[in-house]
């Protein structure tokens, strides 16, 4: 037999379909067995193996395929798996080198050549069935496993045949008591009758012989006829002496087709157990899919699984609104990554298994959540001073999150990012307050968290702790106030206000032109400048959250102003709280006014920048956070500059 | 110059000391607050010029200076507001003319001339025994004062720009050549000629003003009889100060007098004024 023997055409033929055939079940099983060994030896072990599952257990079959591929293939492999015999195998053929009357080395040469290469041939054939040896044990295990299932389906489907018929006798063995019991009752019931009929036939004829016994013949005479007429009557009825029921059983007919389809059925592989869908696992999913895993706990062969997947409603849906569609992926794996859905919405899955015979139950439904959309921070409403920040964001969701993470990274004087981060977890609202380090750069990015996990980082938010920051609050501006584009400008004009402009809401300003900047909710010393013009008419202070809207700064007990009043031949100056001054002159009028607020010490202190001159101290003793104000008593322009580093004439 | 008392005091120690002036020719007493940061480094000075029948002994038993002296580490000189016992005729007379109305200038009329030279004993000799006796540092000093020390404080600022780091006044006479004091005591110093009198006029020479940039601060007592007798005259000073932009910050406190009192109620914002300067 020569190694030619493999590309034998029919031979091929067969490898070839049943190649085929392997593939197209689920190769995991066979990969164990399969992988190790060339490729050339799989097909005794795998056409044992494919065999048997493709047709089913039909083991006279397989051996015929079985041994009609094996004397194919004989010569070379001779599968014996009991024997020693296995590993022995006849060497190919060398073709007999030509020899020729050439010179004696070219024959030499020529000879070792052919010896080489049919020496190597039979290395590769040693150690392909060294391989195949090795395996062997693994097979023996095989085996078992699957003839031990086997068994064990055989058992239980007998049983369950076994146990359908014996329910079935019981049934009709009931339902022949049944039958006997009526049967028995009402003959029974007639014997009954017969009796009565005839103790009264018995009592008549005894009537009937008194009467004749009577020597009385005048009342004889009178007895006699409605006796007569009695026995007539009875006479007259007839008897009614039918059976009232057969003496018969009756056999209906029995259904045992569910019995034969079970007996049928216990040749055909089992349709597969249901799946078990695991539950969610961490960090497996993203914005817009979901990673879901789920197992067979039972060897049943599987073909391919179907996922099935749909979106759960917020609320109970009405009547009227249709349920959601449910959608299908086809998968051979037992595992899918399932795309195109909605960001921080929860999904409802389950998961069946297919095979030859039929689909299996549906896995318990599990619920898997996808991982919110990142948050938007507010990249000009925040508040940041020399050792704290408190940044503001939206959830970018529409459904809620669980919570939210913010993420602190240091900026390094070069502007890289350094590698030091520092989080803060499970942020329940949509604003945090950070401590942080003076002097330094940061920048804050946000996630969203849900039982999915977090989000994709937001867009930083770069955050600087040089002196203090706050923005104006538009929200609280009189309606005559314009702001400028970078929201750090106010300016007063002669215009009435557009009627759009006019808001109906209780915080702004109503009277006073004025606005609020940011709460500044951070202990410590804070401070910012004011830029007016010379001729400027303006109140420049801080204020409680809660001073009243309709009154003008520094003429309450909530608020503390610096105004400037331009007189014709002067310039005033009030420095006004509960609507008092002292009564101040001050020569040069300061265009650029540094304003330092330092609740430590409970103190509102006023400066000519330009001059590096102290005009004014409060001494307040506040008793809550305050917020800068700043207004405007007549047409004019103000600007506000903030996150300065404090200044050492302060 | 010989120590005549010393009392410790908030920490560091109030002395007086006396001794025989080059300038005013008789023997002068002054007092020097010590911070206790004295006696380990140099300090700088502020001079308090005090106000008509002031000793050296008023500010420093009635001002109430010496705790934020010492908490910003200064050195407090508080001189005598006239020479004594140099037995010139009519030196008694008043109260606000002659001892104890020194009126912080230098004399040109007789008979003061030869010891009425209050304005080179402040400016010049006594810082002098000042910086060669005591822990100072000779380029740090600062000026202030009441009343007519208050005029003191501010014509030494203005005729000596930038020999003084700071500059402060309670209820000074802002523009004696126009209130019945100075004219007073300038005719009896220097004479019946009015231009020689602008020299010493706080006003007048602000208008003409040119040096470092100045921060002042004014407290004058509201309630204060001699401001609503037009002796002290701060509208002037103030008028003048906005248009040459020189910065004053004026403050009027209200139901304040002319008293001690009411520079005890201040002292301490004026001494941390003079601190942000001399301690910067």
Same mark, same amino acid.
């Given at each position: 037999?020569?190694?030619?023997?493999?590309?034998?055409?029919?031979?091929?033929?067969?490898?070839?379909?049943?190649?085929?055939? %392997?593939?197209? /079940?689920?190769?995991?099983?066979?990969?164990?067995?399969?992988?190790?060994?060339?490729?050339?030896?799989?097909?005794?072990?795998?056409?044992?193996?494919?065999?048997? &599952?493709? %047709?089913?257990?039909?083991?006279?079959?397989?051996?015929?395929?079985?041994?009609?591929?094996?004397?194919?293939?004989?010569?070379?492999? %001779?599968?014996?798996?009991?024997?020693?015999?296995?590993?022995?195998?006849?060497?190919?053929?060398?073709?007999?080198?030509?020899?020729?009357?050439?010179?004696?080395?070219?024959?030499?040469?020529?000879?070792?050549?052919?010896?080489?290469?049919?020496?190597?041939?039979? @290395?590769?054939?040693?150690?392909?069935?060294?391989?195949?040896?090795?395996? /062997?044990?693994?097979?023996?295990?095989?085996?078992?496993?699957?003839?031990?299932?086997?068994?064990?389906?055989?058992?239980?489907?007998?049983?369950?045949?076994?146990?359908? /018929?014996?329910?079935?006798?019981?049934?009709?063995?009931?339902?022949?008591?049944?039958?006997?019991?009526?049967?028995?009752?009402? /003959?029974?019931?007639?014997?009954?009758?017969?009796? %009565?009929?005839?103790?009264?036939?018995?009592?008549?004829?005894?009537?009937? @012989?008194?009467?004749?016994?009577?020597?009385?013949?005048?009342?004889?005479?009178?007895?006699?006829?409605?006796?007569?007429?009695?026995?007539?009557?009875?006479?007259?009825?007839?008897?009614?002496?039918?059976?009232?029921? #057969?003496? &018969?059983?009756?056999?209906?007919?029995?259904?045992?087709?569910?019995?034969?389809?079970?007996?049928?059925?216990?040749?055909?592989?089992?349709?597969?157990?249901?799946?078990?869908?695991?539950?969610?696992?961490?960090?497996?999913?993203?914005?817009?899919?979901?990673?879901?895993?789920?197992?067979?706990?039972?060897?049943?062969?599987?073909?391919?699984?179907?996922?099935?997947?749909?979106?759960?409603? &917020?609320?109970?849906?009405?009547?009227?609104?249709?349920?959601?569609?449910?959608?299908?992926?086809?998968?051979?794996?037992?595992?899918?990554?399932?795309?195109?859905?909605?960001?921080?919405?929860?999904?409802?899955?389950?998961?069946?298994?297919?095979?030859?015979?039929?689909?299996?139950?549906?896995?318990?439904k599990a619920l898997y959540m996808t991982v919110p959309c990142p948050p938007v921070l507010d990249q000009r409403g925040y508040m940041s001073c020399t050792d704290a920040a408190l940044i503001r964001w939206e959830s970018g969701n529409t459904n809620p999150v669980d919570s939210y993470t913010v993420e602190i990274q240091e900026l390094t004087s070069d502007g890289t990012q350094s590698d030091f981060k520092e989080s803060v977890v499970a942020v329940p609202s949509c604003q945090c307050l950070m401590q942080l380090q003076p002097g330094q750069s940061y920048v804050v990015s946000v996630r969203a968290v849900n039982i999915g996990g977090p989000s994709e980082k937001s867009e930083g938010l770069q955050v600087s702790t040089t002196g203090t920051y706050f923005s104006l609050l538009e929200e609280s501006s009189h309606q005559c106030l314009c702001f400028s584009e970078d929201m750090f400008t106010i300016s007063y004009g002669y215009e009435d206000p557009p009627i759009s402009a006019m808001a109906f809401d209780d915080s702004g300003f109503t009277r006073c032109v004025a606005v609020l900047g940011d709460l500044l909710s951070v202990r410590g010393r804070h401070y910012w400048e004011v830029q007016v013009e010379d001729d400027t008419e303006y109140r420049v202070g801080v204020a409680y959250e809660d001073t009243d809207r309709n009154s003008y700064l520094g003429a309450n007990n909530t608020s503390w102003c610096m105004r400037h009043i331009l007189t014709p031949t002067r310039h005033k100056f009030e420095f006004l709280h509960n609507g008092w001054s002292p009564d101040l002159r001050i020569t040069v009028n300061p265009v650029q006014i540094g304003v330092l607020l330092d609740y430590d010490r409970g103190t509102l202190s006023f400066y000519n920048v330009d001059l590096k001159q102290h005009l004014h101290t409060f001494h307040c003793d506040f008793r809550s956070f305050v917020h800068p104000c700043f207004g405007l008593d007549n047409p004019g322009e103000l600007s506000v500059h903030?996150?300065? @580093?404090?200044? #050492?004439?302060? | 110059?010989?120590?005549?008392?010393?009392?410790?005091?908030?920490?560091?120690?109030?002395?007086?000391?006396?001794?025989?002036?080059?300038?005013?020719?008789?023997?002068?007493?002054?007092?020097?607050?010590?911070?206790?940061?004295?006696?380990?480094?140099?300090?700088?000075?502020?001079?308090?010029?005090?106000?008509?029948?002031?000793?050296?002994?008023?500010?420093?038993?009635?001002?109430?200076?010496?705790?934020?002296?010492?908490?910003?580490?200064?050195?407090?000189?508080?001189?005598?507001?006239?020479?004594?016992?140099?037995?010139?005729?009519?030196?008694?007379?008043?109260?606000?003319?002659?001892?104890?109305?020194?009126?912080?200038?230098?004399?040109?009329?007789?008979?003061?001339?030869?010891?009425?030279?209050?304005?080179?004993?402040?400016?010049?000799?006594?810082?002098?025994?000042? +910086?060669?006796?005591?822990?100072?540092?000779?380029?740090?000093?600062?000026?202030?004062?009441?009343?007519?020390?208050?005029?003191?404080?501010?014509?030494?600022?203005?005729?000596?720009?930038?020999?003084?780091?700071?500059?402060?006044?309670?209820?000074?006479?802002?523009?004696?050549?126009?209130?019945?004091?100075?004219?007073?005591?300038?005719?009896?110093?220097?004479?019946?000629?009015?231009?020689?009198?602008?020299?010493?006029?706080?006003?007048?020479?602000?208008?003409?003003?040119?040096?470092?940039?100045?921060?002042?601060?004014?407290?004058?007592?509201?309630?204060?009889?001699?401001?609503?007798?037009?002796?002290?005259?701060?509208?002037?000073?103030?008028?003048?100060?906005?248009?040459?932009?020189?910065?004053?910050?004026?403050?009027?406190?209200?139901?304040?007098?002319?008293?001690?009192?009411?520079?005890?109620?201040?002292? +301490?914002?004026?001494?941390?004024?003079?601190?942000?300067?001399?301690?910067?």
């Amino acid at each position: 037999m020569t190694c030619d023997a493999f590309k034998d055409e029919k031979t091929v033929g067969k490898h070839t379909y049943y190649r085929d055939m %392997r593939r197209s /079940l689920d190769t995991s099983k066979f990969n164990k067995t399969l992988a190790k060994n060339g490729d050339s030896l799989n097909q005794p072990v795998a056409l044992l193996m494919d065999l048997f &599952e493709i %047709r089913g257990g039909q083991l006279d079959v397989i051996e015929e395929e079985q041994e009609f591929s094996l004397m194919e293939h004989s010569g070379a492999q %001779r599968v014996s798996v009991e024997t020693n015999e296995s590993l022995r195998f006849e060497a190919c053929d060398s073709p007999s080198p030509a020899v020729t009357e050439d010179s004696p080395d070219d024959v030499f040469s020529d000879t070792e050549n052919e010896s080489d290469v049919i020496r190597n041939k039979l @290395q590769e054939k040693v150690s392909e069935m060294e391989n195949f040896a090795g395996h /062997l044990e693994e097979i023996f295990l095989t085996v078992e496993e699957n003839f031990g299932r086997r068994e064990q389906h055989l058992e239980q489907h007998y049983n369950d045949v076994l146990q359908t /018929l014996s329910q079935r006798c019981d049934d009709r063995a009931a339902a022949l008591q049944e039958e006997k019991k009526s049967k028995l009752e009402a /003959l029974y019931k007639q014997l009954l009758d017969c009796g %009565r009929a005839l103790d009264a036939s018995k009592e008549l004829i005894e009537s009937a @012989q008194e009467v004749h016994r009577c020597h009385d013949n005048r009342l004889f005479l009178k007895m006699v006829m409605p006796m007569i007429k009695r026995i007539e009557d009875v006479a007259k009825d007839d008897m009614d002496l039918t059976l009232s029921t #057969t003496l &018969e059983f009756q056999t209906p007919r029995c259904d045992l087709s569910d019995v034969k389809t079970m007996m049928d059925s216990i040749s055909v592989v089992p349709a597969p157990s249901a799946p078990v869908i695991n539950p969610q696992a961490p960090n497996s999913a993203s914005q817009t899919s979901l990673r879901v895993c789920w197992s067979l706990f039972s060897d049943d062969t599987v073909e391919y699984y179907e996922l099935f997947y749909r979106p759960v409603l &917020e609320d109970c849906p009405p009547a009227d609104c249709p349920t959601p569609p449910v959608n299908k992926v086809k998968v051979k794996e037992t595992h899918c990554t399932v795309s195109q859905l909605l960001p921080n919405a929860q999904y409802e899955l389950w998961v069946t298994a297919t095979n030859i015979t039929g689909i299996s139950p549906a896995s318990e439904k599990a619920l898997y959540m996808t991982v919110p959309c990142p948050p938007v921070l507010d990249q000009r409403g925040y508040m940041s001073c020399t050792d704290a920040a408190l940044i503001r964001w939206e959830s970018g969701n529409t459904n809620p999150v669980d919570s939210y993470t913010v993420e602190i990274q240091e900026l390094t004087s070069d502007g890289t990012q350094s590698d030091f981060k520092e989080s803060v977890v499970a942020v329940p609202s949509c604003q945090c307050l950070m401590q942080l380090q003076p002097g330094q750069s940061y920048v804050v990015s946000v996630r969203a968290v849900n039982i999915g996990g977090p989000s994709e980082k937001s867009e930083g938010l770069q955050v600087s702790t040089t002196g203090t920051y706050f923005s104006l609050l538009e929200e609280s501006s009189h309606q005559c106030l314009c702001f400028s584009e970078d929201m750090f400008t106010i300016s007063y004009g002669y215009e009435d206000p557009p009627i759009s402009a006019m808001a109906f809401d209780d915080s702004g300003f109503t009277r006073c032109v004025a606005v609020l900047g940011d709460l500044l909710s951070v202990r410590g010393r804070h401070y910012w400048e004011v830029q007016v013009e010379d001729d400027t008419e303006y109140r420049v202070g801080v204020a409680y959250e809660d001073t009243d809207r309709n009154s003008y700064l520094g003429a309450n007990n909530t608020s503390w102003c610096m105004r400037h009043i331009l007189t014709p031949t002067r310039h005033k100056f009030e420095f006004l709280h509960n609507g008092w001054s002292p009564d101040l002159r001050i020569t040069v009028n300061p265009v650029q006014i540094g304003v330092l607020l330092d609740y430590d010490r409970g103190t509102l202190s006023f400066y000519n920048v330009d001059l590096k001159q102290h005009l004014h101290t409060f001494h307040c003793d506040f008793r809550s956070f305050v917020h800068p104000c700043f207004g405007l008593d007549n047409p004019g322009e103000l600007s506000v500059h903030n996150a300065i @580093q404090m200044p #050492t004439f302060t | 110059m010989k120590e005549v008392s010393s009392n410790k005091c908030a920490g560091g120690f109030q002395k007086v000391f006396e001794h025989e002036s080059s300038e005013l020719k008789c023997k002068m007493k002054f007092a020097v607050f010590l911070p206790p940061k004295a006696e380990t480094e140099k300090c700088p000075v502020l001079y308090w010029l005090s106000g008509l029948t002031c000793t050296e002994q008023n500010f420093i038993t009635k001002a109430g200076s010496q705790l934020a002296a010492a908490e910003h580490g200064l050195i407090v000189v508080a001189p005598d507001t006239s020479p004594r016992g140099c037995n010139i005729e009519g030196e008694d007379e008043n109260w606000d003319f002659g001892t104890g109305a020194g009126f912080y200038v230098d004399a040109t009329e007789e008979p003061w001339k030869n010891n009425y030279r209050m304005y080179s004993y402040i400016t010049d000799e006594l810082p002098k025994l000042i +910086n060669g006796n005591f822990p100072t540092d000779p380029e740090r000093m600062s000026v202030s004062g009441h009343s007519m020390g208050g005029h003191g404080a501010l014509i030494c600022a203005l005729k000596n720009p930038g020999k003084y780091k700071s500059v402060s006044a309670f209820a000074p006479i802002c523009n004696p050549v126009q209130c019945p004091w100075g004219q007073k005591a300038f005719t009896g110093y220097l004479g019946s000629d009015r231009s020689s009198w602008e020299a010493y006029d706080a006003t007048t020479l602000a208008a003409s003003y040119s040096g470092p940039r100045l921060d002042v601060l004014i407290d004058q007592g509201k309630d204060d009889q001699f401001l609503s007798a037009s002796q002290l005259l701060p509208d002037n000073l103030i008028a003048v100060c906005s248009e040459k932009k020189i910065p004053v910050v004026f403050r009027l406190q209200p139901g304040y007098d002319h008293s001690y009192f009411f520079i005890y109620s201040f002292i +301490n914002d004026h001494i941390k004024h003079h601190a942000k300067f001399l301690n910067a």
